[in-house]
C-alpha cells in the first residue's frame, strides 16, 4: 500500500530534496517517490610532479537501502539530478512504501563510505612526455596534447638541423671551388661551360635549402633527391655525380633526423593522480525523493 506525506520516511537533521519527473504532467500519476541519498562535493585533484591542481563540484546519488542491507554506491539512482531538483514535492506523487529504518547517523556513515569509494577507485588520467617532462590538462584529449611534444622535440633536434645543413652547404662550396680546376687547366673555360657549372650549382643549393626549410616539410616530399631535369654537358659528369651525392648522404641524414624527431614527438604515457579524503569536501547531502514507475 503507497502512503502519503504524513506517512512518509523522515530523518531529523537530514534536508530534503524532490526530483521532478521528467514530463511532470504525464508522468505524475503512475509515479511513487522512491528515497535516495544524494552529495554534493568539491573533489581536488592535486600532484606536484604534474603540476596540477585541479577542483570539479561532483553529485552521487545512491538508492536508500531497506532495513539492514549496505548502500550501494557503485549503481547511481539518478545520473544528474540538478537540472530537476525541487525544493517542494508533486502533490500528485505519493511515496512508494518500504522498510526504511535510516537515521541521521547512517547518512554520516553513508557518506564515509562513498568518500572511502572515491579515494580507492576515483582517479583523473592526464597524458605525460617522460622525455620532456610535460604534462596535459585533465579536459585536453591527445590531439591537443601531441603538437606540444611535436614542438619540444622539434626544438631538441634543430641544433643538430643546423649542423647538418652547415655542413652540406659547406661541401656544395668545396665543390664550387673544386670543379674551374678539374675541367681543363690548359683550356679556358668556354662562357656556356661557365654559365652551365653556375646553374647546375645553383639548382643543388636551391633543392638543399628546399631539404632544410623545415624537418617536416624536408620529410614530407622534399627529402629525397629530385630528379635532375638540367641536361649536363659531357665534361661535367664528374660535377653531377658530386652533387647527387652530396644530395643523397644530406637526404639520407636527414631522415634519419626526422627518424628521431618522430620518435620524441610521439612519446607518451599516461599519468593517474587520485584522491586524498582531504581533497573531497561534502558541499551538500541530502534525503532525495526520486519519482519511479509503480507496478500496475
Known amino acids: 500500500m503507497i502512503g502519503y506525506a504524513p506517512q512518509k520516511l523522515h530523518i531529523d537533521g537530514v534536508s530534503e530534496l524532490w526530483l521532478r519527473p521528467p514530463q511532470p504532467e504525464a508522468d505524475a500519476a503512475g509515479a511513487a517517490y522512491r528515497p535516495a541519498m544524494l552529495i554534493e562535493c568539491g573533489v581536488n585533484f592535486r600532484s606536484l610532479r604534474a603540476g596540477l591542481n585541479h577542483s570539479e563540484e561532483r553529485t552521487y546519488t545512491a538508492w536508500l537501502p531497506e532495513g539492514d542491507l549496505a548502500i550501494d554506491w557503485d549503481s547511481a539512482a539518478v545520473e544528474d539530478p540538478r537540472p530537476r531538483m525541487s525544493a517542494q514535492p ?160 644530406a637526404s639520407s641524414a636527414l631522415r634519419t633526423l626526422y627518424g628521431e624527431y618522430l620518435t620524441l614527438a610521439n612519446e607518451y604515457d599516461t599519468f593517474e593522480i587520485g584522491l586524498q579524503p582531504d581533497n573531497i569536501q561534502v558541499i551538500r547531502r541530502a534525503l532525495l525523493w526520486v519519482p519511479v514507475e509503480t507496478e500496475n
Open 90 to 249: 508533486d502533490p500528485a506523487i505519493a511515496y512508494a512504501p518500504g522498510n526504511y529504518v535510516t537515521t541521521a547517523s547512517d547518512f554520516e556513515q553513508y557518506e564515509a563510505e562513498l568518500i572511502n569509494m572515491l579515494v580507492r577507485t576515483e582517479r583523473i588520467k592526464i597524458f605525460f612526455n617522460p622525455v620532456f617532462g610535460l604534462f596535459s590538462s585533465p579536459n585536453d584529449r591527445l590531439e591537443d596534447f601531441l603538437p606540444g611534444i611535436a614542438e619540444a622535440a622539434l626544438g631538441r633536434v634543430e641544433p643538430e638541423l643546423r649542423q647538418l645543413r652547415n655542413r652540406f652547404e659547406l661541401q656544395l662550396e668545396q665543390i664550387r671551388e673544386a670543379h674551374p680546376q678539374r675541367t681543363s687547366p690548359q683550356k679556358n673555360l668556354s662562357f656556356e661551360s661557365i654559365i652551365s657549372h653556375k646553374l647546375h650549382l645553383f639548382e643543388s643549393e636551391h633543392r638543399l635549402a628546399a631539404m632544410f626549410s623545415t624537418l617536416a616539410g624536408a620529410v614530407f616530399g622534399t627529402t629525397e633527391p629530385r630528379a635532375h631535369t638540367e641536361v649536363y654537358e659531357p665534361d661535367e659528369a664528374e660535377l653531377r655525380e658530386d652533387l647527387f651525392h652530396v644530395e643523397q648522404e
